[in-house]
């Protein structure tokens, strides 16, 4: 790579101060136009890039928010993205997205680069891996630094920074009690989340649904990977008897629905189905999968308020957890009441 | 935000030189084990941050690849940054991602930044808005400053760097083929891809399958996009006798098969479906739909693999294009030859 071009080497070139060049390049009011533009001029012949590194360490701010999400291809963090893009651009930030894959050495790979290059924020949410061995230290490493941290989605409550999760807990119950208002009473749970704090909490309040409908009703759990699911559901399905279904994520409840058919099951007159997020596929499907709605777009939102709030306010203060609320969107993988 | 800490900080909180202090973070041999310690228990507690910008400007490199996606709900480009992520990472590169939302503006915002943070080098897919005006500015400067760019599926002919593209022409002139040997005769183009490179070669492979059959076929096409498709696809209906339909990518396609059923037409009997990408949800819809595979995975590494080539042969060559061809994966969603 040939050797950079620096303020200096344009100053030596036209042969004027440092100061000079330094100040036509800010479009500084001392200089003439006619300099301003022989500077530029320069800068560009001789492939000048101005640094924003080099300029955020004397501004100390980039205007760029980094962010980690664990799975691309989960269409929930694509629309936190999505909600993310609008509210950062509404207030004139950038957005640098990392995907940690669900691997914690990606993670931490991630947060160092993040951090190198300088973003204001960062905003994460955790692989399943961290999830499970809690191992938090280069999280803390970042808060140590005094980069505004705030977690989504998946979070960790001995991490002393802001969160924005949904009520997954509720979700869950408030998508078993449907079910049973229904007439299921055989209702299994399959989780694409194991480990993960959001799949513990939803599998907590399918169990508390039941227990509090009917504390003979015993739960049944499924943990599958979408790559495996046809088999593991199948399998299952093969030794239970089944008349609900609830899985932890869009995809999932798509394909169990498949393996239900597969299976000569109808959907919902042998078993309902309900699935979380409420995508454009639940609507689309057929039938249309009643889901647990996540606010996926306005929890990206709020992610970035806070993060943008902590950024402008960094004294310390106890951390905060909002917590957004789901809603039940009926359609017709469902029986009615 | 407190003042950063510099090296100069450390050495006079040390009362140490600023050589040693640096010597010492980056672990030469030159400085005990006791001093390295002492500076690096220091650097800590003074919240130092080693600022790879800092030190990418000496190295000149960050061993990081931006990449510019336009669409982050497109299940393609998430399969693309897979296979990219794969190859970044065996190759010992991280990468970032920006969301350009197919928005030349924020296209525009995105490689600034990308350039401001010193990526090693840059691959993008255009938006369909800088397609449409073939606005290249912001492109040809970043070939202007020297940093190695690679163009994915949607590439620009008129910029001088490298590319890699699937064969959609070909991809689309098989699938109507497909459907023409199947009995198909009134075959209709759903197209969310108006003005971009990839609609259009799809476009014309339909419309020359169509007339080397018979030139009496009258291609039909319907311009839509995923939050009208219900609509437009309806109306078409209404108004078209079609008994054979394709749609420029997955969802599309699926979309598309929930609207025939609605207005109560059978896939395949009434209308075979053909889509393009083949996910998981092609292969667990029912019925499973027949696809044009795109190999996104594949396309994915190729443009790290050029990426990297170019990082480390700047030497100027002529632009190579890389096509990958597509594959038809015939499903139920089509009738049987």
Redesign the interface.
Known sequence: ??T?TTLKGIAEHLNLSISTVSKALADSQEISDSTKLLVKTAA?QL?Y?P???????KS?R?N?LGVVIPN??H?FF??V??GM?EEA?KNGY??????S?ESLE?EK??LH??????VDAIIISLTSETQETNEIEHLKDIL???IPLVMFDRANSDLACDSVVINDYKGAYDATAYLLKTGCRNIAFLSTLNNTSVGNKRLSGYQAALSDYDNTLVPKVVYTK?TSL?NDLGTFIDNNNIDGLITTDE?SA??S??TL?IKGKQVPEDVSVIGFTDG??AR???PSVTTVKQQAEIMGKKAVQIALKNLNN?EQHEPVQEVIETELVIRNSTKTI
Do not use: P, W
């Open positions: 790579m040939a950079k560009r492939k890039r640094n924003a590194m080099a300029r955020g360490l100390s980039t760029t691309i291809m269409n694509a629309k993205i999505v893009e651009t950038s957005l640098v997205t990392c995907i894959n990606k790979q991630s680069m993040l951090s190198d290059v300088s140590h630094y005094d979408l046809e995809s798509i394909y629905m498949n058919r454009n596929l689309n499907y057929f960094k």
